[in-house]
C-alpha cells in the first residue's frame, strides 16, 4: 500500500493506492473537518483511510509527501532577503512560523503513529501534479506535461518530457516569484474574494468585462511572456505577494486600478462599478489565455509532442482551456480531476508504486469517485434525526430515482449523498444539487436562493454524451475534461446559447455523464419527458466545503431552503 | 470610532458562532446513541444559523467602510484555526474527556449569553439586528439548559455546586486566555525590532544561498532522491 499527501499550503489530502496501482481511497482533511481551505496536518483523512480500509502499520510500503519541504521553506525566503529592508517583516514571520511549514510533516506523521515517519518520503512538487495527471491519460508514455501553479516547491510553472514513468525529465521551469498563479490570485484579492476560493468567480466575472476597455489593457500588461529569454515576468511593483504576509497586490496597484473592491458591497450586472471590475476580471483572463498559449507552444517546440497533461491550480482556469486547444498543434490535453495542490495528494502516492514496481508501464484510470464511504457507518445514527425532522418517502432504490425524476421534471431542486464521493472541486453528481437544466426558475432557484451565489456566477450543466455534441462544440483535445467538468465549451446551436445554464458569453462548462452514473441513470428516466439537461452545482453554501457524509448533507438541508435529498437510504423529504 | 468596535465585535462573534457550529457537528458525528447524535445536530444547526446571522449583520455594517479597512473583515473558515476559535490539536471532543466537554458546553453557553448582552449594548434598543441578536441569546439560554439537564442525567451525583465551580473554572480559563493573548501580542510588540534585526542577519546570509543547487533542469525527476528535504 502507498500512501500520498498533501498539505500546509493548501487544501491537505491523502491518498491511498495499492499494490495494483489502484487508487482505492482519497480524502481530503476539509471533507472532515468542514473548515474550507483546511491546510493542516491530515489527521482525520489519514485516520479514516487507514480505518476504513482496515490498513496495519506493516501494509504500508510507502508514504510520498508532494513537495520537498526545505526547497519550499527555503525559495521565498531567499527572494525576500534581496527585496530589504521592505521585505524584512515578511522574512522575520517566515522564520518564526518555520513550524506551521511543510518541515513539519516529519514530525506530525511521527505524533500521528510512531514509527510511520521513518516510511516517509519526499518528492518534487510539479513531479507530483505531473504523476497525478498521468493516469488519467491513456498515452502513458512519450508525452509532455505543462504544470502551471502559484508557487511549487522552487518553479511556478515547469516543462517535461514523459518517456515513460520511471523517465520524467524536466526541461523548462519559471523561477518564483514571477508566477501566473500568484498574479491571477492577487487579481482575486484585489477584486474582494478570498485567495485559493474566489479564483472561479473572477473567470465568470471576466466574460462580463471589455478587453479594449483602458482597465482590462492596464491589467493585460502586468505580467508578459518574454519571447527571447523564453520566460513568464511579472512587474512585481504591482505586486507584493512575494514581501508580504497581509498584501498581495501594492499600493502602486491601487494607485493604478483604483480602490480594490469591497468584499462586502454585493456585485451584479448593472450596478455602479460592477464593470470596472468586470474588466479588471478580463484583462487578467485575457493575459492568462495568452500566456498560457505561449507555454504550450513552446513545449510543443522543445518536446516536439502534441499530446499534453496539464496541471497545476492554473489548470482549473476551464475558460483558458478552449485557447489552448484552438492552437494547431495540440491533440490532446489531459487534465485530472483535482488538478490543483489537493488532487496532488494521488501522484505522490503512485509515487511510491511506480518506485517500486520498476517493470510496470501503465497504471489504470482512478475512479472518478474515490472517495470511500459507505452508508452503514451511519444508518443507525442519523435513525433519530430522520424521524424527527425528515421523512423517507422511498427506500427503493429505482423508485427514488423515479420519484426524483418528477420532482426535477416539476421544477424542484434535489440534493444528493450517494455513495463514494468525488474528489472535488467540481460535485459530478454525488455530492451535488440538481434540477432541470433547462428551467430557468429551477436554475435561478438554486444558484441564487439555495447557494446564495451571485448572479454573474454560472452553474453548469450535466448530460449525456448524445446531448451534448447536440448542443455544443464538443472538441476532441479536451473530451477527457469533459467528464470531469474541467472545461468549458462553446454553444453549437443556437438554441442552447438561451439555456439558463449558458454563460453570458456563450459558454458552458458542461459535463458529459456516464450512463451507469445517479445523473446517468436520471436522465434515462427524464428522456421521454424532455429534460435532456441537469444543472449541476456542488452541495454547499459558499465558504462551506462539500459536503461529505449523510449528517452533513442533512444539515445543509437543515439551514437553506432544500427539500429533497437522494441518498443510500431512499429518498428524504425535509419536513416543513 | 463606536461602528468600528461593533464591526470588530461582530466579526469576532461570528468567529465563535460558526466554531461552535463546528464544534457541535464534530460532537454529533462522535456520538454513536442516535439520540445524541440528534441532540448535537440540532445544536449545530442553531450555530450555524447564528453564524449566518452574524455575517449578515457584519456585511450589512462593513460595506459601507473604505475598502482597506473592510478587506480586514472578510471570514472565512480557515481563519478559526488562525484565529484559535478551533484548536488546532482538533475539536474539543476529540481532544477532551465527555464529561469535561459536557461542562464546557454547560458554562460556555451561559458566558455566551452574557456576551450577547454586551453586543445587545452596542445595538439600537428594538432595532431589527436588536432582535436577532436577542433571539440567538434565547437559543443560548435554551442550550445551555439542555447541556445542564443532560450533565444532570448522566452524572447524577454531580451537585448544582459542583457545577458553578465548573463555571468559575471556565471564567478563569476564558479570562487568562484573553490575559494570554494580550501578552502575547504585548511581548511581541517589544521583542519585535529584536526579531526584525535578527531577520535582518538572517536575509544576509540568504542572500549568499545558491539556488542554483534547487535547479532540475535536464533531471529525471523520477530519479532525484525521495529521502532528501530538498
Ligand atoms: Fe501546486
Ligand atoms: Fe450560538
Ligand atoms: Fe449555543
Redesign the interface.
Known amino acids: 500500500m502507498f500512501i500520498g499527501i498533501s498539505g500546509y499550503n493548501h487544501e491537505s489530502a491523502v491518498a491511498l493506492i495499492n499494490n495494483e496501482g489502484i487508487l482505492i481511497d482519497y480524502c481530503k482533511e476539509e471533507s472532515l ?8 496536518f491530515p ?1 482525520r483523512a489519514l485516520s479514516k483511510i487507514i480505518k476504513k480500509n482496515h490498513i496495519k502499520k506493516d501494509l504500508i510500503s510507502h508514504i ?1 509527501f508532494y513537495e ?4 519550499a521553506f ?2 521565498p ?2 527572494t ?3 527585496y ?2 521592505k ?3 515578511f ?2 514571520h517566515q ?2 512560523n518555520f513550524d506551521n511549514s511543510s ?1 513539519s510533516c516529519f514530525t506530525d506523521l511521527a505524533k500521528f503513529a510512531p514509527g510511520l515517519e521513518k516510511k516517509l ?4 512538487h ?2 507530483a501534479h ?1 504523476l497525478t495527471a498521468l493516469p488519467y491519460s491513456r498515452k502513458q508514455k512519450d508525452l509532455c506535461s505543462i504544470v502551471v501553479d502559484g508557487f511549487g ?2 518553479s511556478t510553472a515547469s516543462i ?1 518530457y514523459i518517456k515513460d ?9 519559471s523561477d518564483y516569484p514571477h508566477s501566473l498563479g500568484l498574479f491571477y490570485s492577487s487579481i482575486t484579492d484585489f477584486l ?1 474574494f ?1 485567495v485559493n ?1 474566489g479564483e472561479y468567480k473572477v473567470m465568470g466575472l471576466s466574460s462580463f468585462g471589455n478587453s479594449n476597455s483602458k482597465l482590462a489593457k492596464i491589467v493585460f500588461n502586468l505580467i508578459k511572456w518574454d519571447d527571447v529569454k523564453n520566460n513568464i515576468v511579472v512587474n512585481l511593483d504591482y505586486f507584493s505577494y512575494h514581501i508580504s504576509i497581509s498584501d498581495s497586490f501594492s499600493k502602486e496597484l491601487i494607485k493604478l486600478l483604483g ?8 456585485l451584479q450586472p448593472g450596478d455602479k462599478d460592477f464593470q470596472k471590475f468586470a474588466d479588471i476580471a478580463r484583462g487578467a483572463q485575457d493575459i492568462t489565455n495568452v500566456i498560457l498559449s505561449k507555454i504550450f507552444s513552446y513545449a510543443y517546440r522543445i518536446t516536439n509532442s502534441n499530446s499534453f497533461l496539464f496541471s497545476g491550480g492554473v489548470a482549473l482556469n476551464s475558460a483558458a482551456l478552449n485557447t489552448l486547444a484552438d492552437l494547431n498543434f495540440t491533440k490532446d490535453i489531459i487534465l485530472p480531476p483535482s488538478p490543483g495542490d489537493s488532487g496532488a495528494a494521488i501522484g505522490s502516492a503512485l ?1 511510491g508504486f ?2 517500486s514496481y520498476p517493470t510496470n508501464l501503465s497504471i489504470k484510470k482512478p475512479s472518478l469517485f474515490p472517495t470511500a464511504f459507505s452508508i452503514d457507518d451511519e444508518k ?6 430522520i424521524n ?1 425532522s425528515f421523512s423517507i418517502i422511498s427506500e427503493n432504490k429505482f423508485e427514488s430515482l423515479k420519484l426524483c425524476s418528477e420532482l426535477i421534471h416539476k421544477g424542484k431542486v434535489i440534493g444528493t449523498v450517494i455513495s463514494n464521493s468525488e474528489t472535488g472541486p467540481r460535485a459530478l453528481g454525488n455530492r451535488s444539487l440538481i434540477c432541470d437544466g433547462m428551467n430557468l426558475k429551477s436554475v435561478n432557484y438554486l444558484n441564487t436562493v439555495i447557494k446564495n451565489r451571485s448572479p454573474f456566477r454560472p452553474t453548469a450543466p450535466a448530460m449525456k454524451r448524445i446531448t451534448a455534441e447536440k448542443y455544443y462544440e464538443i472538441k476532441s483535445e479536451l473530451y477527457q475534461s469533459y467528464f470531469s467538468m474541467t472545461a468549458t465549451c462553446k454553444c453549437r446551436d443556437p438554441k442552447a446559447n438561451n439555456f439558463p445554464t449558458t454563460h453570458i458569453d456563450g459558454t458552458a462548462r458542461i459535463q458529459i455523464v456516464e450512463d451507469e452514473s445517479i445523473l446517468g441513470q436520471l436522465l434515462d428516466i427524464l428522456h421521454p419527458s424532455g429534460v435532456d439537461i441537469l444543472a449541476n452545482s456542488s452541495l454547499n453554501l459558499s ?2 466545503p462539500t459536503c461529505f ?1 449523510l ?2 448533507g ?2 445543509f438541508c ?2 437553506s431552503p432544500l427539500e429533497y435529498l437522494l441518498t443510500d437510504l431512499g429518498l428524504i423529504k425535509k419536513l416543513a | 470610532m463606536r461602528e468600528e468596535k461593533i464591526i470588530e465585535i461582530l466579526h469576532e462573534t461570528l468567529h465563535a458562532e460558526h466554531g461552535s457550529a463546528l464544534e457541535m457537528l464534530a460532537t454529533s458525528k462522535n456520538a454513536t446513541k442516535s439520540s445524541h447524535v440528534n441532540g448535537y445536530f440540532h445544536h449545530a444547526k442553531d450555530e450555524y444559523n447564528h453564524s449566518k446571522t452574524f455575517q449578515s449583520l457584519l456585511a450589512k455594517r462593513a460595506n459601507r467602510l473604505p475598502p482597506d479597512i473592510a478587506r480586514s473583515y472578510r471570514f472565512s473558515s480557515i481563519g478559526l484555526l488562525k484565529k484559535g476559535y478551533v484548536s488546532k490539536k482538533g475539536f474539543l471532543i476529540e481532544t477532551m474527556k465527555l464529561k469535561d466537554f459536557i461542562a464546557y458546553v454547560y458554562t460556555n453557553e451561559l458566558l455566551a449569553k452574557d456576551s450577547f448582552s454586551k453586543i445587545l449594548k452596542l445595538l439600537e434598543i428594538n432595532s431589527g439586528d436588536y432582535i436577532k441578536v436577542s433571539d440567538i441569546m434565547t437559543d443560548e439560554l435554551r442550550h445551555h439548559g439542555m447541556a445542564k439537564e443532560y450533565f444532570l442525567r448522566y452524572y447524577p451525583t454531580l451537585q448544582p455546586w459542583q457545577l458553578k465551580c465548573y463555571k468559575l473554572r471556565e471564567i478563569i480559563k476564558n479570562k487568562t486566555r484573553i490575559i494570554y493573548y494580550k501578552n502575547i501580542k504585548f511581548l511581541d510588540k517589544v521583542f519585535n525590532p529584536i526579531y526584525i534585526f535578527l531577520s535582518f542577519f538572517a536575509a544576509l546570509l540568504l542572500n549568499h544561498l545558491n539556488v542554483k543547487y534547487f535547479h532540475r533542469t535536464n533531471a529525471n525527476l523520477m530519479n532525484i532522491s525521495s529521502r532528501s528535504m530538498f
Open positions: 473537518s468542514r473548515i474550507k481551505g483546511d491546510k493542516s489527521k510520498v520537498k519541504p526545505l526547497t527555503l525559495t525566503l531567499k525576500a532577503s534581496s530589504l529592508p521585505s524584512l517583516s522574512i522575520s522564520l518564526r518541515i518520503s519526499y518528492i518534487d510539479h513531479l505531473t516547491d522552487r517535461s514513468m520511471h523517465d520524467i525529465k524536466e526541461l523548462w521551469s474582494g478570498n476560493e480602490e480594490p473592491r469591497n468584499p462586502f458591497k454585493k509515487y511506480i518506485k443507525d445514527k442519523v435513525k433519530k434525526i424527527e465558504g462551506d457524509d449528517i452533513d442533512l444539515m437543515s439551514i
